[in-house]
C-alpha cells in the first residue's frame, strides 16, 4: 500500500467468527457463560406476590431461589426497550442469566436486532465466549416471523461484537465464539437464514468500515482497489471494470470529471457486474452509489458551523452501501438476475485546476449545466454514472447519495427518503426495507419545482432555491435517466452515520441485498 499523509494505516484486524446455531433445549439446563432472556414489559408482570406469571421466566426464577424476580424489583427492571440486567447466580447451567427489555411489544427485524446487540456487548462486558439466546415469549409466533426473528437477533449479536478498532494504537478484543438461538425452531429452514444474517452483516461491517476510513487513506484509487477485491474474490460470479480518467473522457462524462478537476488524486470510475453462475438471466438492475471520497465544497467551501467539513469522509457512503451488497451478493449467489454495480469516484476540491462557479459543464448525454454551486456535486457525478448505467441495458435502477442537508433536515437522521415516479419500484423497495429494518420515507417528485432548476444559458443549474432542496436535486438527477428505466433515489444523508457514536452505520445495504433478492427468480 503506498504510503498516505500522516503516514497513516488501518491495522489489519480479522473479525471474530461466531457459530450461531437454532436448537430447542431446556435453557435451565444449558450450559454456557451467559444466557440471554429477551423479555417485553407484559412479560415482567408479577402477580400479587412480586413472583412472574411467565411460564419461563417463573421457571428460571424457582431455580434460583427467587433471586431474579428480586433483582428485577431491586433495579426497576420492567422491560423497557434498552434495559438489561445481567446476574452471576448459582442453580442454572450458565454461569450468568440476563434480561434484555424489548418494549411493550417486539415483532420488528429492527427490535431484535437492537437485542443482538444489547446481548454482544452485554456478552463483551462479562468476557463470555458461549451466549445463549431465548425469548421469554416465543409460543405465538409463526415458522416465518420465528426465522426472521433469529436473522436480525444473529444479525445485531454480529454488528454488536464487531467494532471497528482498525485506526486505535488499543482495543479490546471480544471472547465470543458461539451463540445458540434456543426456542426458535431448528432444522435447514432457519439455518439458511442464519447464514444469511450472517453473510449481509459481515457485509455492512465492510460498509461500515470504508465510510470509517478517513480521506487520507481512503482515496478513490484505495476505493476502486477495495472493489476489485470483492470481485477477485467471488470472481466465478463478478467482474470488475475500472475506468480511467481518459477513458471517461472518451465517454464524454464531463459532468463528473469536473467535479475531479481540481484533487490530485485522479478519479476511478468503478464499475461491478454480477452475472449468476448459471441459468438465464431474466432481470437486470443498476445499484448507483455516490463516491466522494472527500467533499471540501470546492470554491463554495464549506464553512460556518454546521457545515460539517470533518465529516466529509462519509460523502461516499452510497458507494459503501453499493460495494456491500455486492460482497454480500457475490457469496449468495442469486439466480436470474444480472447486477450493476457503479460508483463515479473521485474528490471535491479547491485547486488552479477546479471547476468555478458559473462553469458549465456537459454531461454524457449532451445536457449541459451551468454550475452556480461546486458544494453541489454529488448530483454532478451521478449525472454520468446514471447515464452509463442506463447503457448497460438495466431494467431498474437505485441510487444511493449522501446528497442533501435538506433531507436530514426533512426527516432526522435516521431516515433516508426515497424519490421516484415508479409506485412499483417504491413499494419494492420499501418492501425490501421491512425486512431489513431500515427505516425509510417516500418523498413527493414535485415536477413543478424544476422551474428554478433553469439557466438562462445552460440546459439546467445544478442548485435551485433552498426550499425544497432534496426535491430538486432528485429532479435533476431525473433528467439524466432513460424514460424506459425505472429509476429510484435514496437521499441517505442522514442515516449514513451514527450521530451519537461517531461511526458509520452501513445503512442500505441489507436493503438492497433484499430487493436484489426480490428481484432474482
Not at 427467587?66 to 423497557?80: P, Q, W
Not at 465529516?311 to 460495494?323: E, I, L, Y
Request: aromatic fraction near 6%.
Amino acid at each position: 500500500m503506498a504510503q498516505t499523509l500522516g503516514l497513516t494505516q488501518p491495522a489489519n484486524i480479522e473479525h471474530p467468527k461466531i457459530s450461531f446455531a437454532a436448537k430447542e433445549i431446556d435453557v435451565a439446563e444449558w450450559k454456557g457463560d451467559l444466557l440471554a432472556v429477551g423479555v417485553t414489559e407484559k412479560d415482567m408482570i408479577k402477580d400479587e406476590n412480586s413472583k412472574f406469571q411467565n411460564s419461563l421466566l417463573k421457571k428460571l426464577d424457582g431455580l434460583l431461589g427467587g433471586l431474579l424476580a428480586e433483582a428485577s424489583l431491586e433495579e426497576d427492571f420492567t422491560g423497557k426497550t434498552g434495559q438489561s440486567m445481567v446476574h452471576r447466580l448459582p442453580g442454572l447451567g450458565s454461569k450468568r442469566v440476563g434480561l434484555f427489555g424489548l418494549g411493550q411489544s417486539a415483532s420488528s427485524p429492527a427490535a431484535f436486532r437492537g437485542l443482538g446487540e444489547a446481548v454482544a456487548s452485554a456478552a463483551k462486558t462479562a468476557q463470555a465466549s458461549s451466549v445463549a439466546v431465548v425469548l421469554a415469549s416465543s409460543e405465538g409466533l409463526s415458522t416465518e416471523l420465528k426465522c426472521s426473528t433469529a436473522s436480525a437477533t444473529t444479525s445485531g449479536t454480529v454488528l454488536g461484537t464487531c467494532e471497528d478498532n482498525r485506526y486505535k494504537s488499543e482495543s479490546k478484543k471480544s471472547q465470543l465464539k458461539s451463540v445458540d438461538i434456543i426456542g426458535l425452531g431448528t432444522g435447514p429452514g432457519i439455518e439458511k437464514k442464519l447464514k444469511y444474517a450472517e453473510v449481509v452483516s459481515y457485509a455492512i461491517l465492510f460498509g461500515r468500515e470504508l465510510v470509517n476510513s478517513p480521506a487520507n487513506v481512503l482515496t478513490p484509487a484505495a476505493l476502486a482497489a477495495e472493489a476489485s477485491k470483492i470481485a477477485s474474490t467471488y470472481s466465478n460470479v463478478l467482474s470488475a471494470n475500472i475506468l480511467t480518467e481518459e477513458q471517461c473522457r472518451e465517454l464524454k462524462m464531463g459532468s463528473y470529471l469536473g467535479v475531479a478537476a481540481a484533487s490530485a488524486n485522479p478519479p476511478h470510475f468503478i464499475h461491478l457486474c454480477y452475472k449468476p453462475p448459471s441459468g438465464p438471466v431474466k432481470t437486470k438492475l443498476a445499484l448507483v452509489g455516490k463516491g466522494l471520497t472527500f467533499d471540501s465544497g470546492g470554491y463554495n467551501i464549506k464553512t460556518g458551523p454546521g457545515c460539517s467539513i470533518e465529516t466529509m469522509k462519509v460523502d461516499m457512503g452510497g458507494s459503501a452501501a453499493v460495494f456491500g451488497a455486492a460482497k454480500a451478493l457475490g457469496q449468495i449467489k442469486p439466480p436470474g438476475v444480472e447486477v450493476h454495480f457503479i460508483v463515479a469516484s473521485c474528490e471535491n476540491m479547491i485547486s488552479g485546476t477546479g471547476m468555478r462557479p458559473g462553469d458549465i459543464v456537459t454531461a454524457s448525454n449532451g445536457k449541459t449545466i451551468e454550475v452556480n454551486n461546486t458544494d453541489a456535486e454529488g448530483r454532478l457525478t451521478l449525472a454520468d454514472a446514471l447515464v452509463y448505467a442506463c447503457n448497460q441495458g438495466v431494467e431498474k435502477i437505485v441510487d444511493l447519495a449522501t446528497l442533501t442537508g435538506a433531507c436530514v433536515v426533512a426527516l432526522g437522521p435516521s431516515i433516508a427518503g426515497v424519490f421516484t415516479p415508479s409506485d412499483n419500484l417504491a413499494k419494492e423497495v420499501l418492501e425490501a426495507s421491512e425486512l431489513s429494518g431500515e427505516k425509510f420515507w417516500r418523498m413527493p417528485l414535485e415536477e413543478s419545482y424544476w422551474e428554478s432548476m433553469k439557466s438562462g444559458v445552460a440546459d439546467m443549474v445544478n442548485t435551485g432555491g433552498r426550499q425544497g432542496g432534496a426535491i430538486n436535486a432528485a429532479l435533476f438527477l431525473k433528467q439524466f435517466v432513460d424514460e424506459k428505466v425505472q429509476w429510484l433515489h435514496i437521499d441517505m444523508a442522514g442515516p449514513v452515520l451514527n450521530d451519537k457514536k461517531h461511526v458509520a452505520t452501513g445503512f442500505g445495504i441489507s436493503t438492497l441485498v433484499e430487493w436484489v433478492l426480490k428481484n432474482s427468480s
